[in-house]
């Protein structure tokens, strides 16, 4: 009797399972097949490279092309460094902010309300509004409140004593954020304000189930705030943390519409960037990327797994 | 003692002080963005008009006009609240056998599932495009949104549920088998009520997922599915031209979600846990 009753509950886990399966295997198969066959979309010299077909065969020599590419590395290197600093700056703001709010004071209900909405706001409108009215060089706020600093000092030169001291301070150039050198940190700093309500939000519900009696101990003990929150608060939230990291990194390493925005992958082509740039023309060439990527996700991918996934099951 | 009360009495103002600064600070660009939508586009880009200018409503009555809004906009709420309704629908079930019948495998299956959420989405783009198109001719229509963003937010929304699930006391299912309810009605008049919860704060989370997504629903869609994603990057306007209508149009594509979530915040403080709170 209790067979049958069991299997139908496991059962249950099937269409869930064959939907991911399928969602999974069936791209991913097309693009290990277009990965080694030569396949663009348009040429004139060439017209039967224009559909798939076994007959086009070009063994490894889309992965040699993409791997001597020269933004390959590159891009690579830079998804890395995008999802690394995005991380940093969001569990380390988040705590921060977390700690912050979990005290009670007044307003405290608005000041959360306040804090998590750019959470809600979507990945296009943030870039757009970031890059245009806060950002730009001249018609942001990033221009406007250099030329006000510009024009502060100015004034203060007329000042007797100080003014000469005033006199050697240098013209100051608002930073263009669309350059190939600075697009990067355009991107980091909005995809970090974005998530750090993120982090925010799961170590502020962390924090409330954390061990009070332990803490008031620990200050009959003698100890300081920064050294419970060191030792007592830091360990409580490891967990969170490990979480934190793990959903950014699903979210961050496919980045694309804040990049395109930006600059067009200008100076800051992450591997999906790449790989969409690839795939203007040469399919063939960006399912290799793919499959580069597919790689790269999933080494991260058994690296976070194994740091979440130990204490999911107890 | 007379410093340990004057330390307290210190933080006690500066403390909320600190935070309400870092809160409006962290809003300021929504507040921004918001404020400047009242503008027109000539005195959004004018200095002398930065904080003293006249408000018009000009933007927002001429959005339909601009930008054909409503359409996306519908299209977003039908595709964000079918596909979440689709991912509970599959996912219930899913995160209910795992939480009370799980097997040595359970482990392994729920961190495939999240594995594949790490497929970038770059790399598997023209085969969709291509199947979409050439063989399903299921390209551009709600359906294939809704089945992708389902997808996409599947195995997140089977991990919460399941941390949520795995909280309630296995001997309360039990006594239901005892007592010959079905395995529906375990579900339906046991499991959902007792983590209504939960179930709540993933239907949102995974709703703002939807709403926000970025990618598939700008590759697979031209303009019959196309969302308020696609509306916002592809209308982005060159430097300086249109501020004040993009800042309109970008106000009323967040609006919905950002009230929404304003409306469940106490829901998601407590919800969001992915399993992270013992």
Redesign the interface.
């Known amino acids: 009797m209790s067979a049958s ?2 299997t ?6 099937t ?3 064959i ?2 399966l399928i ?2 295997l ?3 198969g ?2 290990l097949y ?1 990965s080694f066959i030569r396949y663009v979309l348009n040429s004139t010299r060439r017209p039967e490279w224009t559909s798939p077909s076994l007959s086009n065969w070009r063994g490894f020599g889309n992965y040699e092309f993409v791997m001597n590419s020269k933004d390959f590395i590159f891009a690579i290197q830079n998804s890395v460094i995008i999802v690394t600093c995005i991380l940093l700056i969001t569990v380390i703001l988040g705590l921060g ?1 977390a700690v ?2 979990n ?1 009670k ?21 943030n ?4 890059i ?3 950002l ?1 060089p ?2 942001g ?1 990033n221009g ?1 409140a250099v ?1 006000g600093i510009n024009n502060i000092v100015d004034g203060l030169r007329d000042f007797p004593v100080l003014g000469s001291f005033f006199s050697l301070w240098p013209e100051l150039e608002p930073i263009s954020f669309r350059a190939t050198q600075t697009s990067k940190y355009a991107v980091i700093m909005m995809v970090a ?1 974005q998530w ?2 993120f982090a925010v ?2 170590f ?3 924090l409330q ?1 954390e061990d009070e009696s332990q803490k008031e101990a620990a200050t009959l003990d003698g100890a300081g705030a920064w050294s419970k929150f060191i030792n007592l608060t830091v360990p409580h939230l490891a ?2 943390i490990a ?1 934190v990291i ?2 950014q ?2 979210f961050h ?2 980045l ?2 804040e990049i ?2 930006v600059s067009r992958g200008n100076g800051n082509k992450n ?3 790449l ?2 740039e690839f ?1 203007n023309n040469n ?1 063939g060439a ?2 290799a ?3 580069f ?2 790689i790269l ?2 080494i ?2 058994i690296f976070l ?1 194994r740091m979440v ?1 130990k204490s ?2 107890d | 003692m007379a410093t340990v009360s004057q330390q307290s009495s210190f933080s006690k103002i500066a403390w909320p002080v600190v935070a309400w600064i870092v809160a409006l600070i962290f809003f300021f660009p929504i507040f921004w963005l918001v404020f400047t939508s009242f503008k027109t586009d000539q005195d959004a880009v004018n200095p002398e008009f930065l904080w003293r200018f006249t408000p018009t409503l000009e933007n927002y009555t001429n959005m339909t006009q601009n930008y054909d809004y409503w359409r996306f906009a519908t299209n977003s709420v039908i595709t964000s609240t079918f596909a979440t309704l689709f991912a509970l629908f599959v996912g219930v079930p899913c995160a209910y056998a795992m939480a009370f019948n799980p097997s040595r495998h359970t482990k392994d299956i729920l961190m495939w599932m999240l594995s594949t959420k790490m497929l970038p989405a770059a790399a598997v783009l023209y085969p969709m495009t291509f199947l979409t198109k050439n063989f399903l001719g299921i390209f551009d229509t709600h359906f294939l949104i809704i089945l992708v963003l389902c997808l996409v937010n599947l195995p997140i929304v089977i991990w919460m549920l399941f941390t949520y699930f795995k909280e309630i006391p296995k001997e309360i299912i039990e006594a239901s088998k005892m007592d010959g309810v079905t395995t529906w009605g375990e579900i339906k008049d046991i499991l959902l009520p007792l983590a209504w919860g939960g179930v709540a704060s993933t239907a949102l989370l995974c709703f703002i997922f939807c709403w926000n997504e970025a990618y598939w629903t700008v590759r697979l869609t031209t303009i019959d599915a196309a969302t308020l994603s696609k509306l916002i990057e592809g209308n982005r306007a060159p430097e300086g031209l249109f501020f004040g209508r993009l800042s309109a149009v970008s106000t009323a594509a967040i609006a919905p979600i950002v009230v929404l979530g304003w409306f469940c915040q106490k829901q998601l403080v407590q919800g969001l846990t992915f399993g992270a709170v013992k």
């Not at chain 1, 139908?8 to 886990?13: G, T």
């Not at chain 1, 004071?105 to 409108?125: E, K, N, T």
């Open positions: 009753k069991r139908l509950p496991k059962l249950l886990q269409p869930a399972v939907l991911l969602w999974m069936v791209p991913l097309m693009t277009f902010i912050l709010v005290k004071f007044p307003g405290q209900g608005i000041v959360r309300v306040l804090l998590i909405s750019p959470f809600f706001v979507m990945p296009a409108v870039a757009v509004l970031w245009n009215m806060i730009d001249v018609l706020l406007l030329n304000w750090t309500p939000l799961i502020m519900t962390s189930s967990r969170p979480i793990m959903i990194s699903i390493l496919s694309y519409a395109e925005i591997l999906p960037y790989i969409g795939a399919i960006a399912s990327a793919g499959i990527a597919v996700a999933n991260i991918a797994l996934g999911l099951m």
